[in-house]
Every structure is written in C-alpha cells, then in structure tokens.
C-alpha cells in the first residue's frame, strides 16, 4: 500500500457525461501528479500540483481538468467523454517537486460505454 | 517537448540471465531518470532511479547507467528470477517543474 488513495475504483458511464475521479496523496506529500493509461499509449502524463498550484502540465485536453484543494487532495474533472477516454487513471504523489519518488495509487478504471 | 524512446517492447529471458532495457530521450536538459515496475492489475512502483550528475547506480540485481552525451539510459537486471516478470517503464523528467515523459513500457518475461 503506498499510502496514495483513490476513488472509485471503477466507473462506468456514458459517451457525452461528465465524471470526478478523486486522490487524497500520503500525508505530508505536497505534488500530486495525474497520469492516464491505456493499453495502446502507455504512461500519458496529463497535469501536475503542487500545493493547489498548477506546475506542470502533459497531454492534457481541454475537456479535463484538475484542481488540488487545500487539504491537497486532488480532482480530475473529464467531460464530454469519449470511448477513447476509456483508460487506467492514476494519481501519484511526491514529497516535493524534482528527485523525488512518486507514489502511485491503484487506479480509476473508467470505462465510457 | 521531451520525447522519449524504449527498447524492446517485450523481453523474454531465462531464468538466471541478464536483461537490458535502454531508454534515448531528446531533451538535454533532463535531469532525472526514473524506473518503475508495474505488475498486472497493480499500480507502477518505483525500483531506481538515477539523477544527471551521476553515471551509474546499483541496488542489489538491479543497476541503472546514464549516457548524457548520447542522451541515454539503461535498466539492467542480472540474475532474473520469475518475480522479476512485469511491464517495466522508464521516465525522464524535465523541465523547473518536472514534467515528465514515460517511455512506452517494456514487457519482461523471466521463463523458469
């Protein structure tokens, strides 16, 4: 268990809806980053925060979008959703920005029908 | 952006035998280089990890080796044992606030 929870664990909806995928990071992990996985891309990076603020960002589109609140716990908002939206979406949370090990979730599976 | 390359896709070795897993990537500025394990239905686990300023890093059967000149870096893992067996990936991180850019994953397999 790396200490890194997510929620749920799996989710199935509809073309055209909108879902909240949630990540609480290990306590005193300040980063927490967003990955989606799917079976023909491998690790896509999508966004990274830092302290509820925005450092980093990957191949995010622009119908997701993510938030760190104060509590650091963090959102990933995906709208218009689309089959290929369909993936692995893991969180992973650092001490720090920089060297530092990141530590995964167990995933959110979503599945868009 | 940063774009990464990894080599093979899949690996099957003996049980005993070494395996070697290389990762080019094009941005120089890249300062760190991590590698992470991910077993099926499970989440990617970080086994080593290498920073810039450093060529080589051992731990145990496992040893990472850095080229910067050719932009470059390896995973080698002697000894395989059947646990070994998993999708390993490789990452570079660049950038002030880390971006990172995994490569597209190496599928091993140890044969007893």
């Known amino acids: 268990d790396s200490g890194v929870t997510q929620t749920p664990k799996h989710l199935i909806t509809a073309t055209g809806q909108r879902v909240t995928l949630r990540c609480s990071p290990r306590?005193?992990?300040?980063?927490v980053y967003w990955y989606q996985q799917s079976l023909d891309q491998g690790l896509q990076f999508l966004i990274q925060?830092?302290?509820?603020?925005?450092?980093a960002k990957g191949n995010i589109l622009e119908r997701f979008s993510a938030q760190q609140f104060p509590d650091l716990h963090s959102e990933l908002n995906l709208s218009s959703l689309e089959l290929g939206d369909s993936a692995l979406y893991f969180c992973?949370?650092?001490?720090?920005?920089?060297?530092?090990?990141?530590?995964f979730g167990p995933g959110t599976r979503l599945t868009v029908l | 952006g940063e774009n990464v390359e990894q080599h093979p896709s899949t690996l099957s070795v003996q049980e005993g035998d070494s395996a070697v897993i290389k990762c080019t990537y094009s941005d120089s500025a890249s300062n760190y280089f991590p590698w992470y394990k991910q077993e099926l239905g499970k989440r990617p686990q970080l086994i080593i990890d290498?920073?810039?300023?450093?060529g080589e890093k051992k731990d145990q059967r496992i040893a990472v080796t850095l080229n910067k000149t050719a932009k470059h870096f390896s995973l080698h893992i002697t000894e395989t044992q059947p646990e070994d067996s998993a999708v390993y990936f490789c990452?570079?991180?660049?950038?002030?606030?880390?971006?990172?850019?995994f490569g597209i994953g190496t599928k091993l397999q140890v044969i007893p």
């Open positions: 290498i920073r810039s300023n450093v």
């Open positions: 925060y830092y302290n509820g603020e925005e450092r």
């Open positions: 992973a949370s650092s001490a720090q920005v920089g060297y530092n090990e990141q530590f």
């Open positions: 990452a570079v991180l660049s950038g002030g606030y880390q971006k990172v850019t």
């Open positions: 306590s005193g992990d300040l980063s």
